[in-house]
Protein backbone atom coordinates (compact mmCIF):
# COMPACT_ATOMS: atom_id res chain seq x y z
CA UNK A 1 0.00 0.00 0.00
CA UNK A 2 1.14 3.48 -0.87
CA UNK A 3 0.32 6.33 1.60
CA UNK A 4 2.23 9.76 1.09
CA UNK A 5 2.19 13.46 3.02
CA UNK A 6 -0.36 15.68 1.15
CA UNK A 7 -0.92 18.87 0.17
CA UNK A 8 -2.26 21.11 3.66
CA UNK A 9 -5.22 23.37 4.32
CA UNK A 10 -5.38 26.55 2.00
CA UNK A 11 -3.00 25.12 -0.88
CA UNK A 12 -5.91 24.36 -3.47
CA UNK A 13 -7.57 26.85 -5.76
CA UNK A 14 -11.24 26.42 -5.86
CA UNK A 15 -12.17 26.98 -9.67
CA UNK A 16 -12.97 30.26 -11.28
CA UNK A 17 -9.51 31.94 -10.50
CA UNK A 18 -6.36 32.60 -12.52
CA UNK A 19 -4.13 29.55 -13.32
CA UNK A 20 -1.32 29.69 -10.68
CA UNK A 21 2.16 29.64 -12.05
CA UNK A 22 3.09 26.58 -13.06
CA UNK A 23 -0.57 25.48 -13.90
CA UNK A 24 -1.15 23.89 -16.85
CA UNK A 25 -2.34 26.21 -19.34
CA UNK A 26 -5.89 24.21 -20.31
CA UNK A 27 -6.62 23.81 -16.23
CA UNK A 28 -7.76 20.69 -15.10
CA UNK A 29 -11.31 20.03 -14.38
CA UNK A 30 -14.01 18.62 -12.44
CA UNK A 31 -15.70 15.41 -14.13
CA UNK A 32 -19.90 15.92 -14.74
CA UNK A 33 -20.98 15.65 -11.01
CA UNK A 34 -23.91 13.37 -12.22
CA UNK A 35 -21.74 10.77 -13.09
CA UNK A 36 -19.03 11.22 -10.97
CA UNK A 37 -19.72 13.52 -7.66
CA UNK A 38 -16.27 13.44 -5.96
CA UNK A 39 -13.41 16.01 -6.36
CA UNK A 40 -10.62 16.45 -8.93
CA UNK A 41 -7.67 17.99 -6.65
CA UNK A 42 -6.34 20.96 -9.61
CA UNK A 43 -3.24 20.57 -8.04
CA UNK A 44 -2.51 16.57 -7.64
CA UNK A 45 0.56 15.24 -8.79
CA UNK A 46 -0.81 14.35 -11.74
CA UNK A 47 -1.98 17.95 -12.49
CA UNK A 48 1.48 19.59 -11.81
CA UNK A 49 3.18 16.25 -14.34
CA UNK A 50 0.58 17.79 -17.16
CA UNK A 51 1.74 21.48 -16.63
CA UNK A 52 5.57 20.17 -16.66
CA UNK A 53 5.14 18.45 -19.82
CA UNK A 54 3.33 21.01 -21.40
CA UNK A 55 6.20 23.79 -19.97
CA UNK A 56 8.43 20.99 -21.90
CA UNK A 57 6.96 21.39 -25.32
CA UNK A 58 5.77 17.75 -24.54
CA UNK A 59 2.12 17.88 -25.40
CA UNK A 60 1.97 14.19 -26.01
CA UNK A 61 2.91 13.28 -22.85
CA UNK A 62 0.42 15.99 -20.90
CA UNK A 63 -2.46 14.93 -22.55
CA UNK A 64 -1.66 10.95 -21.78
CA UNK A 65 -0.78 12.35 -18.09
CA UNK A 66 -4.29 14.51 -17.94
CA UNK A 67 -6.32 10.90 -18.42
CA UNK A 68 -5.05 10.44 -14.54
CA UNK A 69 -5.04 14.36 -13.85
CA UNK A 70 -9.07 14.88 -14.55
CA UNK A 71 -10.38 12.15 -12.71
CA UNK A 72 -11.15 12.26 -8.84
CA UNK A 73 -8.53 10.41 -7.02
CA UNK A 74 -8.37 8.96 -3.01
CA UNK A 75 -6.60 11.41 -0.69
CA UNK A 76 -4.40 9.69 1.78
CA UNK A 77 -4.03 11.85 4.92
CA UNK A 78 -0.85 11.84 6.38
CA UNK A 79 0.25 11.59 9.85
CA UNK A 80 1.35 14.46 11.24
CA UNK A 81 -1.22 16.97 10.41
CA UNK A 82 -4.63 14.92 10.10
CA UNK A 83 -7.15 17.98 10.86
CA UNK A 84 -5.70 20.83 8.92
CA UNK A 85 -5.64 17.98 5.91
CA UNK A 86 -8.61 16.97 6.06
CA UNK A 87 -10.28 20.46 6.42
CA UNK A 88 -8.23 21.77 3.43
CA UNK A 89 -9.08 18.43 1.41
CA UNK A 90 -12.85 18.54 2.23
CA UNK A 91 -13.13 22.63 2.35
CA UNK A 92 -11.63 22.56 -1.43
CA UNK A 93 -14.24 19.58 -2.28
CA UNK A 94 -17.12 21.32 -1.12
CA UNK A 95 -16.31 25.04 -3.19
CA UNK A 96 -15.89 22.72 -6.17
CA UNK A 97 -19.41 21.03 -4.77
CA UNK A 98 -17.83 18.16 -5.28
CA UNK A 99 -17.24 15.33 -1.59
CA UNK A 100 -13.23 14.07 -0.98
CA UNK A 101 -12.51 10.65 -0.96
CA UNK A 102 -10.20 10.67 2.04
CA UNK A 103 -7.83 7.21 2.87
CA UNK A 104 -6.61 6.24 6.23
CA UNK A 105 -4.31 4.64 6.86
CA UNK A 106 -2.46 5.11 9.81
CA UNK A 107 -3.48 1.64 11.89
CA UNK A 108 -0.25 0.77 14.47
CA UNK A 109 1.89 -1.74 13.07
CA UNK A 110 0.42 -1.23 9.54
CA UNK A 111 1.79 -3.14 6.74
CA UNK A 112 3.44 -5.82 8.54
CA UNK A 113 6.67 -3.64 8.40
CA UNK A 114 6.81 -3.97 4.52
CA UNK A 115 7.30 -1.05 2.01
CA UNK A 116 4.30 0.89 3.76
CA UNK A 117 5.21 -0.04 7.28
CA UNK A 118 4.54 2.43 9.93
CA UNK A 119 1.52 3.55 11.16
CA UNK A 120 0.32 5.49 14.76
CA UNK A 121 2.71 4.74 17.46
CA UNK A 122 -0.31 3.27 19.77
CA UNK A 123 -3.67 2.79 19.95
CA UNK A 124 -3.87 6.23 21.74
CA UNK A 125 -2.24 7.80 19.43
CA UNK A 126 -4.13 6.29 16.16
CA UNK A 127 -7.59 8.02 18.51
CA UNK A 128 -5.87 10.68 18.65
CA UNK A 129 -5.77 11.37 15.09
CA UNK A 130 -8.80 9.58 14.10
CA UNK A 131 -10.08 12.58 15.92
CA UNK A 132 -8.20 14.91 13.76
CA UNK A 133 -9.60 13.36 11.04
CA UNK A 134 -12.83 13.53 12.30
CA UNK A 135 -12.85 17.35 13.32
CA UNK A 136 -11.02 18.37 9.92
CA UNK A 137 -14.27 16.71 8.30
CA UNK A 138 -16.88 18.23 9.83
CA UNK A 139 -19.82 18.59 8.18
CA UNK A 140 -18.57 18.15 4.74
CA UNK A 141 -19.11 16.06 2.79
CA UNK A 142 -16.49 12.94 2.45
CA UNK A 143 -16.18 9.13 1.77
CA UNK A 144 -13.75 7.71 3.58
CA UNK A 145 -11.56 4.09 2.66
CA UNK A 146 -10.66 2.81 6.01
CA UNK A 147 -7.12 0.93 6.80
CA UNK A 148 -6.40 -0.57 3.45
CA UNK A 149 -5.50 -4.37 4.40
CA UNK A 150 -6.12 -3.73 8.28
CA UNK A 151 -8.60 -6.62 8.40
CA UNK A 152 -7.20 -8.98 6.14
CA UNK A 153 -3.73 -9.01 7.72
CA UNK A 154 -5.09 -9.87 10.83
CA UNK A 155 -6.73 -13.19 8.87
CA UNK A 156 -3.83 -13.82 6.68
CA UNK A 157 -1.55 -14.50 9.22
CA UNK A 158 0.42 -11.23 8.90
CA UNK A 159 -0.01 -9.07 11.67
CA UNK A 160 1.10 -10.49 15.26
CA UNK A 161 -1.29 -12.06 17.45
CA UNK A 162 -0.57 -9.99 20.23
CA UNK A 163 -2.31 -6.97 18.63
CA UNK A 164 -5.47 -8.13 17.12
CA UNK A 165 -7.82 -7.22 20.16
CA UNK A 166 -6.47 -3.69 19.76
CA UNK A 167 -6.77 -3.46 16.28
CA UNK A 168 -10.34 -4.62 16.00
CA UNK A 169 -11.29 -2.14 18.63
CA UNK A 170 -9.32 0.78 16.88
CA UNK A 171 -11.18 0.10 13.88
CA UNK A 172 -14.76 0.10 15.40
CA UNK A 173 -14.39 2.75 17.17
CA UNK A 174 -12.67 4.83 14.04
CA UNK A 175 -16.19 3.80 12.38
CA UNK A 176 -18.04 5.10 15.30
CA UNK A 177 -16.44 8.45 14.99
CA UNK A 178 -16.67 8.81 11.60
CA UNK A 179 -20.24 7.78 11.25
CA UNK A 180 -21.05 10.93 13.98
CA UNK A 181 -20.01 13.21 10.94
CA UNK A 182 -23.54 14.51 9.46
CA UNK A 183 -22.13 13.96 6.01
CA UNK A 184 -19.18 10.91 5.85
CA UNK A 185 -19.78 7.77 4.17
CA UNK A 186 -17.15 5.28 5.77
CA UNK A 187 -16.29 1.73 3.73
CA UNK A 188 -14.03 -0.49 5.59
CA UNK A 189 -11.37 -2.07 3.43
CA UNK A 190 -12.35 -6.02 2.54
CA UNK A 191 -9.10 -7.34 0.80
CA UNK A 192 -9.31 -8.19 -3.00
CA UNK A 193 -10.41 -10.71 -5.13
CA UNK A 194 -6.82 -12.42 -5.18
CA UNK A 195 -6.85 -13.47 -1.64
CA UNK A 196 -10.55 -15.16 -2.37
CA UNK A 197 -11.55 -16.71 0.85
CA UNK A 198 -14.77 -14.13 2.23
CA UNK A 199 -15.13 -17.38 4.72
CA UNK A 200 -12.21 -16.55 6.47
CA UNK A 201 -12.81 -12.58 6.25
CA UNK A 202 -16.10 -11.93 6.80
CA UNK A 203 -16.35 -12.81 10.60
CA UNK A 204 -13.46 -10.35 11.33
CA UNK A 205 -15.25 -7.87 9.41
CA UNK A 206 -18.00 -8.02 11.58
CA UNK A 207 -15.60 -7.69 14.69
CA UNK A 208 -13.65 -4.67 13.69
CA UNK A 209 -17.72 -3.04 12.99
CA UNK A 210 -18.23 -3.70 8.92
CA UNK A 211 -21.75 -3.29 10.13
CA UNK A 212 -21.97 -0.03 11.57
CA UNK A 213 -19.90 1.37 8.48
CA UNK A 214 -21.63 2.23 5.19
CA UNK A 215 -20.19 -0.79 3.58
CA UNK A 216 -16.66 -1.78 2.04
CA UNK A 217 -14.35 -1.54 -0.26
CA UNK A 218 -12.08 -3.81 -2.33
CA UNK A 219 -9.37 -3.99 -4.66
CA UNK A 220 -7.26 -1.38 -3.19
CA UNK A 221 -4.01 -0.46 -4.11
CA UNK A 222 -4.34 -3.77 -6.72
CA UNK A 223 -5.05 -4.74 -9.90
CA UNK A 224 -8.03 -7.15 -9.82
CA UNK A 225 -10.56 -6.88 -12.92
CA UNK A 226 -13.72 -5.67 -11.77
CA UNK A 227 -15.73 -8.29 -12.99
CA UNK A 228 -13.79 -10.40 -10.60
CA UNK A 229 -13.77 -7.86 -7.67
CA UNK A 230 -17.72 -7.81 -7.89
CA UNK A 231 -17.85 -11.46 -7.84
CA UNK A 232 -15.73 -11.35 -4.48
CA UNK A 233 -17.37 -8.35 -3.12
CA UNK A 234 -21.15 -9.81 -3.88
CA UNK A 235 -19.94 -13.27 -2.33
CA UNK A 236 -18.48 -11.33 0.98
CA UNK A 237 -21.50 -8.95 0.84
CA UNK A 238 -23.90 -12.14 1.47
CA UNK A 239 -22.16 -12.65 4.91
CA UNK A 240 -22.29 -9.10 5.89
CA UNK A 241 -25.72 -8.26 5.77
CA UNK A 242 -25.53 -7.75 1.84
CA UNK A 243 -23.27 -4.44 2.59
CA UNK A 244 -22.39 -2.55 -0.34
CA UNK A 245 -19.43 -1.96 -1.48
CA UNK A 246 -16.75 0.18 -3.89
CA UNK A 247 -14.10 -0.49 -5.49
CA UNK A 248 -10.58 -0.08 -6.61
CA UNK A 249 -10.01 0.17 -10.49
CA UNK A 250 -7.51 3.04 -10.66
CA UNK A 251 -5.05 0.36 -12.36
CA UNK A 252 -7.09 -2.92 -12.77
CA UNK A 253 -7.52 -2.48 -16.60
CA UNK A 254 -5.51 -5.46 -17.61
CA UNK A 255 -6.06 -7.35 -14.40
CA UNK A 256 -2.93 -8.77 -12.46
CA UNK A 257 0.45 -9.22 -12.98
CA UNK A 258 0.71 -12.60 -13.49
CA UNK A 259 5.01 -13.51 -13.85
CA UNK A 260 7.82 -12.75 -11.52
CA UNK A 261 7.67 -13.50 -7.52
CA UNK A 262 3.76 -14.05 -6.78
CA UNK A 263 4.60 -11.84 -3.16
CA UNK A 264 5.54 -8.91 -5.40
CA UNK A 265 3.32 -9.46 -8.10
CA UNK A 266 1.12 -6.50 -6.47
CA UNK A 267 4.27 -4.17 -6.63
CA UNK A 268 4.55 -1.73 -9.32
CA UNK A 269 4.13 -4.49 -11.73
CA UNK A 270 4.53 -3.55 -15.41
CA UNK A 271 2.17 -3.54 -18.38
CA UNK A 272 -0.73 -2.71 -16.16
CA UNK A 273 -3.24 0.07 -17.47
CA UNK A 274 -6.10 2.54 -16.23
CA UNK A 275 -9.19 1.03 -15.37
CA UNK A 276 -12.83 2.28 -15.11
CA UNK A 277 -13.27 6.09 -14.72
CA UNK A 278 -14.75 6.50 -11.21
CA UNK A 279 -18.62 7.20 -10.87
CA UNK A 280 -21.26 6.21 -8.98
CA UNK A 281 -23.20 4.80 -11.95
CA UNK A 282 -22.13 1.13 -11.79
CA UNK A 283 -25.32 -0.14 -12.71
CA UNK A 284 -25.47 -2.62 -9.94
CA UNK A 285 -27.11 -1.75 -6.60
CA UNK A 286 -24.23 -3.11 -4.21
CA UNK A 287 -21.63 -1.33 -5.84
CA UNK A 288 -22.10 1.85 -4.55
CA UNK A 289 -18.95 3.36 -6.92
CA UNK A 290 -15.93 2.51 -9.05
CA UNK A 291 -13.26 4.25 -7.11
CA UNK A 292 -9.55 5.68 -7.63
CA UNK A 293 -8.56 4.68 -4.51
CA UNK A 294 -4.81 4.37 -5.17
CA UNK A 295 -3.66 7.63 -7.30
CA UNK A 296 -2.33 5.87 -10.23
CA UNK A 297 1.33 6.92 -10.91
CA UNK A 298 2.41 6.71 -6.97
CA UNK A 299 4.96 4.06 -6.34
CA UNK A 300 4.01 0.82 -4.51
CA UNK A 301 6.93 0.60 -2.85
CA UNK A 302 10.82 0.57 -3.84
CA UNK A 303 10.66 -2.76 -6.17
CA UNK A 304 11.21 -3.06 -9.85
CA UNK A 305 13.14 0.30 -9.98
CA UNK A 306 10.48 2.52 -8.10
CA UNK A 307 10.77 5.45 -5.58
CA UNK A 308 9.82 4.61 -2.04
CA UNK A 309 5.72 4.09 -1.08
CA UNK A 310 3.45 7.03 -2.05
CA UNK A 311 6.10 8.90 -4.55
CA UNK A 312 5.46 10.12 -7.81
CA UNK A 313 6.30 8.45 -10.54
CA UNK A 314 5.96 9.47 -13.79
CA UNK A 315 7.60 6.94 -16.16
CA UNK A 316 4.88 4.86 -14.52
CA UNK A 317 2.39 6.98 -14.82
CA UNK A 318 2.78 7.67 -18.35
CA UNK A 319 3.10 3.42 -18.84
CA UNK A 320 -0.76 3.02 -17.13
CA UNK A 321 -1.81 6.25 -19.23
CA UNK A 322 -0.60 4.97 -22.33
CA UNK A 323 -1.86 1.40 -22.13
CA UNK A 324 -5.53 2.70 -21.70
CA UNK A 325 -7.86 3.28 -24.48
Not at 65 to 88: D, L, N, V
Not at 133 to 146: E, H
Not at 177 to 191: E, I, P, R, W
Not at 273 to 290: N, S
Request: proline share 6%; charged share 25%.
Amino acid sequence: MAGAALLLAGCFSSGGEEPKKGAAKTPVQQQPKDEDPFWVNPEGNAAKQVAAYEKEGKDEEAEQIRKIAEQPTGQWIGTESPEQEARGFTEAAEKADRDAILVLYNIPHRDCGNYSGGGAADGNAYRAWIDGVARGIGDRGATVILEPDAVLHLVDGCTPGEFHEERYDLLKGAIAKLKSLKNTKVYLDAGNAGWGKPDQIFEPLKWAGVEQADGFSVNVSNFYTTQDSIAYGKELSAKVGNKPFVIDTSRNGKGPYTEGAADERWCNPPGRALGEAPTTKTGDDLVDAYLWVKRPGESDGTCKGGPKAGEWWPEYALDLAKASE
